[in-house]
T-cell receptor, first 110, second 116 residues
Framework: QKEVEQNSGPLSVPEGAIASLNCTYSDRGSQSFFWYRQYSGKSPELIMFIYSNGDKEDGRFTAQLNKASQYVSLLIRDSQPSDSATYLCAVNRDWGKFQFGAGTQVVVTP | AAGVIQSPRHLIKEKRETATLKCYPIPRHDTVYWYQQGPGQDPQFLISFYEKMQSDKGSIPDRFSAQQFSDYHSELNMSSLELGDSALYFC???????????????FGPGTRLTVL
């Protein structure tokens, strides 16, 4: 079992709708949580990070963290075709390596 | 803003050959990470360096070695290449902030290694 779990998808979302992505992790010592977007053949691009319980909003993106449940999520509002990509959840302890989830593929349909 | 630079972007090698991948971190970043990403896989951590010292080690084969130089750039040396080494190799850099372990890693464009 991976330390970071994500639904692989694909998650099909109509244009303009909200995409909801989930991620669970097993290491209770994890301190920082990141969402990356990756287009096929390209490098991961940082969308958001969060390290406190609750919500963090940045434009159309909202990250939610619940450390008690070991759960972090990403909401994408007003989804656009350009949001079609694989979204990677990454978990970090101290300044160490990232543990990545397998990624959720999002497909935004016009 | 300056980003992480990796070279070469594409590399084709034969089995049993050697390869050297280079990474130039974002200026003033002191930590470099190397990841390997196979087709359809998530990035797998290989090794990291902080202030020119190895700080963590992941699933890096013994055939691979890496170092970070005085100017903070890093090189990943790969020997006795195997077909299974064909992958995207990403370098990421970060800088340690005071306090919490928020450790945003910024990824370079990657090197696509093909072993024939």
């Amino acid at each position: 079992q991976k330390e970071v779990e994500q639904n692989s998808g694909p998650l099909s979302v109509p244009e303009g709708a909200i995409a909801s992505l989930n991620c669970t992790y097993s290491d209770r010592g994890s301190q920082s949580f990141f969402w990356y977007r990756q287009y096929s053949g390209k490098s991961p691009e940082l969308i958001m990070f969060i390290y406190s319980n609750g919500d963090k909003e940045d434009g159309r993106f909202t990250a939610q963290l619940n450390k008690a449940s070991q759960y972090v999520s990403l909401l994408i509002r007003d989804s656009q075709p350009s949001d079609s990509a694989t979204y990677l959840c990454a978990v970090n302890r101290d300044w160490g390596k990232f543990q990545f989830g397998a990624g959720t593929q999002v497909v935004v349909t016009p | 803003a300056a980003g992480v630079i990796q070279s070469p972007r594409h590399l084709i090698k034969e089995k049993r050959e050697t390869a050297t991948l280079k990474c130039y971190p974002i200026p003033r970043h002191d930590t470099v990470y190397w990841y390997q990403q196979g087709p359809g896989q998530d990035p797998q951590f290989l090794i990291s360096f902080y202030e020119k010292m190895q700080s963590d080690k992941g699933s890096i084969p013994d055939r691979f070695s890496a170092q970070q130089f005085s100017d903070y750039h890093s090189e990943l040396n790969m020997s006795s290449l195997e077909l299974g080494d064909s992958a995207l190799y990403f370098c990421a850099s970060s800088t340690r902030t005071s306090g919490r372990g928020d450790n945003e890693q910024f990824f370079g464009p990657g090197t696509r290694l093909t072993v024939l």
